[in-house]
């Protein structure tokens, strides 16, 4: 072994990132954070409640903050390159220093779809149409003038996801059972307001899941409709009227609704490929990185010393990402350890 | 004897006739009412029935066995069954007695019917004779019976258990005031005629009595306000009596040659039905039997409590105890009485009104009656429920096959409901419908057998379809009897230990207990439930219900097989496509229908 | 609504259109039902801007309506498609103007399907040459005529006499746009601004001093939707789809429609008076319709042109109400005076619907 | 004037404006109604349903959709057999649903 200490480089300071670093620096290695944003957290700590069980995002963060707390983090850091050496990777940071390190983590998570590419739905174009994470933020924030007092909201789910023409015919898995949670959460929120939730197939595979489903449907009276929104119009007052056809009875369906919520999807980060491509790990078809193996080596890479973690491989909700992250840690581990 | 009194009379007698007064008063107008509310020709034949020799006599065993004996309460439960009988056959013999006593040494005054009660206040020994003796005796002997009987009561409503009841009903306050006098009458005349045994004479119990009260009180004083106690406790149970649930002593005695000339519940509110609420006694029996009752849910819901909202007319508990129940007729089966709880209950549910009534008129079943038009011979109905357990369905055919049976399936690719679900939820009207359209196949098929494998369908089919000349059958009767008959040869599997579970609508609904064992018992070693024949217990899966939720049914099916496995049986065997599919979710060994385990065996 | 939005999506679909040299072909419909629509694209094209247009009286139909209708499979509407094809390279351009919107997404389609699969191009050209010996080069550009003038939009805004502003109010005028689904609802990178929120007419409109109005309903069709009119068992299908639209942008009062197909203008116009008919309900001011013009005539009109040559009188709503909002004036006694000043007959009067 | 042909109604379910005190007042004395996933497990084992076309899937759909007239036609074509309640994932009480049902006018008053 060249260093006693070797330096991971960790992209990406997401839970996933964060959640690796914690356990590699706790395994006796050098990780370093590098997140492009000011702060760490990423997608997570954008977002204000979590299913199934409403655990605050604070509450998933705070513990792993402070198992990074002796991490170095590069902040407002964006890699301008990365290098190939022999069993080394040389990163080159913006702010024009470089990083030799000894193992390279991908912790690049995803994007949000953008969706205004779906310009039926007229994200960007109609007042009252929002996104998921818009609704987050409003969850945080409670300023949004687009949100005032609804009568009438609707959710629409695989906005940018199982779409082909969307160039995502990836199923985005947590964007169901969010729907359901925002639904509850805009339910409690105005009572009186008329839910909608318009799905394609309702995919609720999780621990709770289902229950959380029933509740919505039981306790909340959320109308849960089989059939995707063809295309959205304005209406006079600046109220969205939406088209979609309840496929269960067969018919085109109409509603006036205050808001529409679009369940934006998951799409690999652009970054990723993009750092991908340079150090030769090969990307997957969906557009997401390839692992070595699916089954049995998710966050192993199809090159020695660079894994994976979270949702760089593929859509993945937020207890699978922290157990990929520690498994990456343990097969950063065993890298180093068979390497003697 | 001679009379104390010329004039035959004393104060204290008054309470008591103003009671009797008022309690038959209210029975006969109560009586003739019922009588009047009966639909004309059930009136007629209940009228024709009270004097009918076969009827009167019928009448006067029935009264004598149920409601002075409590034939039925002895089989079921010694302690309570010697309470009632003591209580009732004691009471009634002081009665007899009294008035034995006054027609043998007052016979000018046997006109005053407070006379015989109050006899001993009235009346002075001049000399002892056997005949006298003997009487007293039996007097004392009857009322230390009665006594003994309200010890046993005093225990039961402090401790229930003791006398094996796990549950009671919780009593109302008029209940109350109805218990306490009754319990208050009896110890009140044995202290008025203890206090009375030196001058009118006494027996075992009431001279030792008597010389023990004269030891400390030395004089007579007592004696009067004791009878007055006594004619006042007489007063009050009288004057309580319609409202309470004693009102079923006087109902009953009216029920019982009502039931006799076969008279039927017509209407959900009068007539017999109205009787039947009277004739409860409350004694809540059925509580503990109710299968709904299990892990003390639902026990407000038994048919004691449903006669009570009757009484009171609480029309929201009316609906909710109405449509909540099973209608698996084990509180019917265990009512000393004999209520109807399930016939009462439907008759409420066909009260309902509905904005929407289904109508099957239209339905073209061509298809069908064309499918077995003229075939003949055994006519196979396995009904909707078996199509869910195509087990059956394939057991029976191959049965029938082997036994070489000439027969067709009526409904190869589901045929139509048999009506008994609406009848049921007491939309009878329209399962006449239905009924109509399934005779129409049936009469076409030319048939002399119907099969039913479902007994849901074959109590529908024996009661309500008037199918003349064609034998409707459960398969497992006719599977008994084709092994009887030797054209079904079984081999028994020695060590092979078999539970019958009797269905609701095949045991207690249609009387079928013993087929089913017996051709079991060719296949197997027979072991029996904890509670069997008309006891059973429903599986929870019944379609009688309306309004319980899978949930809730849920412990009652676990109830229901807890009690089907004591004896450890390896396999449950019933006779019913629905106990079948509830008890499969549950059950922690094999549930197997009669026709599978015969055929298996066969 | 905002505006924003919708302009970075119309960048989005930023549309190649040539300047000059264009092989014009004329639509089946609109010869029979607009000619003077025709007449004044080339009139405003060739003549007052001075562009290249060429044009050939051997042209036939597209095939699009009998391919549209089930009538004819698509190898022969592909075999007539070549023939105007072969036309085009014969008179040497390489850039193709269609009037029809259906013949535009005809020819879009097709190209997109040789493109897909050459081996049924090279299939049409042996049928095309056995059948009349021909031979053809694909067009480099293919445009709609609305196209062009949306490209031209500006020089004719330069040169406009009127504006689409109310006289009286000074109040840009209100328009519903509706632009036909062959246009670019099959191909949204073929249309300017894409299928969803297409500028090609609003990009007019816009020019020309009108506000474009956007109602739920804006996307539906005009009703026409060919097996649903031309068979007459499914016609009530087709007044009702228009009715839907009507329903939809009444509250939004519009002044005037305008429209890139043949077969729009003629339904959203000739419906008006059937609806009218049916349920008494009229959708312009006073009882009278809603005029539903070709951007020719729009166009015509700002140039300046009497609206009786631009043949404004064989519309059936009367467009007496909107040329006095702009201030356009109008001579009532030549309104139905033939191009030789002969009267070519009045119209009976519908019942309902006012036609001034 | 008669064109030989008329305004078609139109098929599409308007929410805005679907009358669902029906449904509302169901789903408050049972609250199940609320739970159904359209399985179509009912429906698909419907004895009923060869003959009179009944399925809860549909009525309950059609409840919440104004297709009032279907519903009703439906709910008369019932048998109680319940062998739905017998296969619905749910646990849902349909027989109990289709009684209740049964007794609400269009309001969603319980006839009395």
Redesign the interface.
């Known amino acids: 072994m060249v260093n006693r200490q070797p330096i991971i480089a960790v992209i990406g300071a997401g839970i996933a990132g964060l959640e690796a670093a914690s356990q590699l620096a706790a395994l006796g290695y050098k990780p370093v954070l590098i997140e492009k944003a000011p702060v760490v957290g990423g997608h997570v700590a954008e977002w204000n409640r979590l299913f199934p069980d409403m655990t605050p995002a604070e509450d998933v963060l705070q513990p792993l903050l402070a198992g990074t707390a002796k991490v170095r983090t590069l902040l407002n850091t964006e890699i301008s390159a990365i290098n190939r050496l022999k069993d080394e990777y040389n990163l080159i940071l913006s702010d024009g220093s470089s990083l030799l390190c000894q193992a390279v983590l991908f912790a690049t998570g995803f994007h949000l779809f953008d969706a205004s590419k779906k310009e039926e739905y007229g994200y960007g174009i109609y007042d009252r149409v929002i996104t998921n994470r818009d609704l987050e933020q409003w969850f945080n924030s409670r300023q949004d003038a687009r949100i005032d007092k609804p009568r009438a909201v609707g959710f629409v789910h695989c906005v940018g996801s199982r779409d082909l023409k969307a160039g995502n015919p990836q199923c985005s898995k947590v964007c169901c059972i969010t729907a359901i949670k925002q639904a509850i959460e805009m339910k409690e929120e105005f009572p009186d307001a008329e839910i909608y939730c318009f799905y394609m197939d309702l995919r609720l595979f999780g621990k709770k899941y289902e229950d959380f489903y029933i509740r919505a449907q039981r306790d909340y009276g959320i109308h849960f409709i089989r059939g995707r929104i063809s295309e959205v119009g304005e209406a006079i007052d600046n109220r969205v009227v939406v088209k979609a056809e309840d496929t269960l009875s067969g018919k085109p369906v109409k509603v006036t609704l205050d808001l529409l919520v679009l369940m934006a999807g998951i799409v690999c980060n652009p970054d990723a490929q993009q750092y991908a491509r340079e150090i030769g790990v090969a990307v997957d078809e969906d557009g997401f990185l390839k692992s070595r193996n699916n089954l049995a080596a998710i966050t192993d890479s199809s090159r020695p010393g660079v894994f994976f973690a979270g949702a760089c491989t593929g859509a993945k909700t937020v207890p699978e990402t922290l157990a990929e992250a520690r498994s990456a840690a343990l097969a950063i581990h065993n890298y180093f350890n068979s390497r003697g | 004897m001679r009379e104390r009194f010329a004039s035959g009379f004393d104060p204290f007698v008054i309470p008591f006739v103003i009671g009797m007064a008022f309690v038959l008063g209210y029975c006969l107008i109560a009586m003739i009412r019922v009588i009047c509310q009966l639909p004309k020709a059930d009136r007629k034949r209940f009228l024709l029935s009270l004097i009918t020799p076969k009827y009167i006599w019928m009448n006067l065993r029935d009264i004598f066995l149920n409601c002075l004996i409590h034939v039925k309460l002895w089989k079921r439960n010694k302690v309570l069954g010697y309470m009632h009988s003591s209580i009732a056959f004691g009471w009634f013999m002081l009665i007899v007695l009294g008035h034995l006593e006054v027609m043998l040494f007052v016979p000018e005054r046997i006109h005053l019917f407070y006379y015989p009660i109050f006899f001993n206040y009235f009346v002075a020994e001049t000399e002892q004779t056997l005949q006298g003796a003997l009487l007293m005796f039996l007097m004392d002997f009857f009322l230390l019976m009665v006594l003994s009987g309200i010890l046993i009561a005093i225990i039961k409503r402090f401790a229930s258990r003791i006398v094996g009841m796990r549950r009671t009903t919780r009593l109302s306050a008029l209940d109350r005031v109805g218990l306490y006098s009754l319990w208050a009458i009896f110890p009140l005349r044995l202290l008025a005629e203890s206090f009375t045994a030196h001058i009118s004479g006494g027996s075992f119990m009431t001279i030792p009595a008597n010389w023990l009260f004269r030891q400390f009180l030395g004089n007579d004083l007592n004696a009067l306000p004791t009878w007055w106690a006594y004619s006042i406790a007489l007063c009050i149970f009288m004057c309580v009596l319609p409202f309470t649930r004693y009102m079923h002593i006087p109902a009953e005695m009216l029920l019982i040659p009502m039931r006799n000339a076969g008279i039927k519940i017509r209407h959900p509110r009068k007539g017999f039905a109205l009787l039947e609420v009277y004739s409860c006694p409350g004694c809540g029996v059925c509580i503990d039997a109710c299968p709904m009752s299990v892990r003390k849910t639902n026990c407000k819901d038994a048919t004691v409590y449903l006669n009570r909202q009757l009484r009171r007319g609480n029309e929201r508990r009316i609906a909710e105890i109405s449509?909540k129940c099973l209608l698996c007729g084990k509180c019917s089966a265990v009512c000393q009485v004999g209520v109807q709880g399930p016939e009462l209950r439907v008759a409420q549910r066909e009260r309902?009104?509905?904005?929407?009534?289904?109508?099957?008129t239209g339905?073209d079943?061509q298809p069908l009656t064309a499918a077995v038009a003229g075939k003949g011979g055994v006519l196979y109905f396995a009904g909707?429920?078996t199509?869910?357990t195509p087990s059956i369905r394939r057991a029976t055919a191959s049965l029938l096959d082997k036994a070489g049976v000439r027969w067709h399936l009526m409904d190869p690719d589901?045929?139509?409901?048999c009506?008994r679900?609406?009848m049921m939820?007491g939309?009878s009207e329209q399962a006449r419908e239905?009924i109509a359209k399934n005779l129409e196949i049936i009469r076409a098929s030319g048939c002399d057998t119907l099969l039913l494998s479902c007994p849901i369908c074959y109590k529908v089919f024996k009661e309500e379809y008037p199918l003349e000349g064609v034998r409707v059958v459960h398969h497992s009767v006719f599977f008994q009897e084709l092994i009887a008959a030797g054209k079904l040869s079984v081999t028994h599997e020695d060590g092979l230990r078999l539970v019958w579970h009797d269905p609701c609508e095949l045991g207690r609904g249609c009387g079928i207990y013993e087929q089913p064992r017996q051709a079991l018992a060719t296949a197997g070693e027979i072991v029996e439930a904890g509670m069997h024949h008309a006891e059973s217990i429903c599986c929870g899966?019944s379609?009688g219900s309306?309004?319980?939720?899978?949930?809730q049914r849920q412990p009652m099916t676990q109830n229901a097989l807890d009690n089907l496995t004591v004896a450890d049986p390896d396999q449950i065997v019933t006779g019913c496509p629905?106990c079948l599919?509830t008890f499969v979710r549950m059950a922690d060994r094999p549930v197997r229908d009669l026709a599978e385990v015969l055929d298996e065996h066969c | 609504m905002i505006y924003q939005g919708k302009q970075k999506i119309w960048s989005d679909y930023q549309k190649e259109i040539p300047d000059d040299h264009w092989f014009y072909v004329r639509s089946c419909i609109r010869q029979s039902f607009f000619p003077a629509s025709e007449t004044h694209f080339v009139k405003i094209v060739r003549d007052l801007l001075g562009k290249d247009l060429y044009e050939t009286p051997h042209h036939t139909t597209c095939g699009g309506i009998a391919y549209h209708s089930d009538t004819i499979p698509q190898e022969t509407a592909m075999t007539i498609v070549a023939r105007q094809f072969a036309l085009m390279t014969e008179a040497g351009y390489k850039n193709l103007v269609t009037s029809c919107i259906t013949s535009f997404g005809n020819y879009c389609e097709i190209l997109e399907t040789w493109r897909e699969f050459p081996e049924l191009e090279a299939r049409i050209r042996e049928h095309l040459w056995k059948a009349c010996r021909r031979e053809f080069e694909k067009p480099e550009y293919v445009a709609h005529a609305s196209d062009v003038i949306f490209k031209l939009r500006g020089e004719i805004a330069e040169r406009a006499k009127y504006h689409l502003v109310s006289r009286a109010t000074g109040e840009p005028l209100r328009v519903v746009e509706h632009i036909g689904c062959h246009y670019s609802k099959m191909f949204p990178h073929k249309g300017v601004g894409g299928a969803e929120y297409p500028c090609v007419l609003s990009g007019m409109v816009e020019s020309w001093g009108g506000q474009v109005i956007d109602y739920p309903e804006r996307r539906h069709c005009c009703g026409f939707g060919f097996r649903q009119y031309l068979v007459k068992a499914n016609r009530g299908y087709s007044v009702s789809n228009t009715h839907k639209k009507f329903e939809s942008m009444e509250p939004y009062h519009p002044d005037m429609i305008i429209t890139n197909c043949p077969g729009c203008p003629y339904f959203l116009d000739r419906w008006q008076y059937v609806i009218a008919e049916q349920t008494g309900k009229t959708y312009g001011q006073n009882g009278c319709g809603i005029p539903a013009l070709t951007y020719e005539e729009l166009a015509g009109l700002v140039l300046g042109y009497d609206p009786w040559d631009l043949g404004l009188q064989i519309h059936q709503v009367g467009p007496e109400p909107l040329l006095d909002k702009i201030g356009i004036p109008y001579d009532p006694n030549r309104k139905y005076l033939g191009l030789n000043e002969k009267e070519i007959m009045k119209p009976g009067l519908p019942t309902v619907l006012k036609c001034c | 004037m008669d064109f030989g042909f008329k305004l078609s109604p139109s098929s599409a379910v308007n929410l805005d404006t679907v009358d669902h005190r029906r449904f509302d007042r169901l789903a408050q004395l049972v609250p199940d109604a609320l739970t159904c996933i359209g399985c179509g497990s009912c429906s698909a084992t419907c004895t009923a349903s060869a003959w009179t076309g009944m399925s809860v899937r549909k009525v309950l759909l059609g409840l919440q959709r104004g297709q009032d007239a279907e519903v009703d036609k439906m709910l008369s074509g019932c048998m109680l057999c319940g062998k739905c309640t017998m296969v619905c994932p749910r646990g849902i009480n349909t027989r109990q649903l289709i009684l209740t049902l049964c007794r609400l006018d269009k309001k969603g008053e319980m006839v009395r």
């Open positions: 449509d309902r009104k509905f904005a929407l009534t289904p109508s099957y339905m079943v909707c429920m199509q869910l589901g045929g139509l409901c009506g679900p609406l939820a939309r239905l899966g379609l309306l309004t319980l939720s899978y949930e629905l599919a």
